[in-house]
């Protein structure tokens, strides 16, 4: 069990460019969730999978945000025509699923993104 | 809808002394609650969480928290805050139907003084 990672940990990007952040979830780990953290807050929820399906996308999440989990394992969340407002931590987290009482996320480094 | 209100952004303590993180939830089914910490330049790590079983929640690093109910409260302690203790902790809380959709607090840094 290596944890969650993502990639890159950091990305620096002109105002209008499209970028893409890689989240791999711990081994057999069915759910997989995207956060969005700006300075002084706490994480917002994004969007969720379940397998390879997308269950829920929050209205945080405009036209210019795509995520997928094309095999239900590893996830990529883009951001087209990226605004300076994109500027955040961008966090993945997984879970097993299951009983939600003993479900438990477990949270990547982030991916900070930067847009100039 | 369910939010969460952490009272003080930033809390300082003495080494040995009381930590007490407050957290208040709103919500209008039955919530599941949770603390986590977050170190800098590292992933959030879930501290304990309440999931309608006891009240008083015991989790790691001798970190701890009650449910009432009646205060719509759900504050973290710990007796004795060491250095390390140093980092910020987020209070979140999710429906009891599912806890994929949660809602996390602001936050509060910790500062443990020597």
């Known amino acids: 069990d290596t944890g969650v990672s993502q990639n890159p940990r950091h990305k620096i990007t002109k105002r209008g460019q499209n970028v893409t952040f890689r989240c791999d979830p711990i081994s057999e780990h069915n759910r997989l969730y995207w956060y969005r953290q700006t300075l002084g807050q706490g994480p917002e929820f994004l969007t969720y999978f379940q397998n390879e399906a997308q269950l829920e996308k929050s209205r945080l999440l405009s036209d210019r945000f795509s995520a997928e989990r094309p095999k239900g394992s590893f996830s990529t969340l883009e951001i087209q025509r990226t605004e300076q407002g994109d500027s955040a931590m961008y966090l993945c987290a997984s879970s097993l699923g299951g009983d939600p009482r003993t479900d438990t996320q477990y949270f990547g480094p982030g991916t900070r993104l930067t847009v100039l | 809808a369910q939010s969460v209100t952490q009272l003080g952004s930033h809390v300082s303590v003495s080494e040995g002394a009381l930590v007490l993180l407050r957290c208040n939830y709103s919500s209008s089914v039955p919530p599941y609650l949770f603390w986590y910490v977050q170190y800098p330049n590292q992933g959030l790590q879930l501290l304990l969480k309440?999931?309608?079983?006891?009240?008083l929640v015991k989790g790691i690093n001798g970190f701890e928290a009650e449910f009432k109910k009646s205060e719509t409260s759900f504050h973290l302690t710990k007796p004795s805050a060491h250095m390390s203790d140093a980092a910020e902790y987020f209070c979140a809380v999710s429906p009891n139907t599912g806890g994929f959709k949660t809602i996390f607090g602001a936050g509060t840094r910790l500062f443990v003084k020597a």
């Open positions: 309440y999931t309608s079983a006891a009240t």
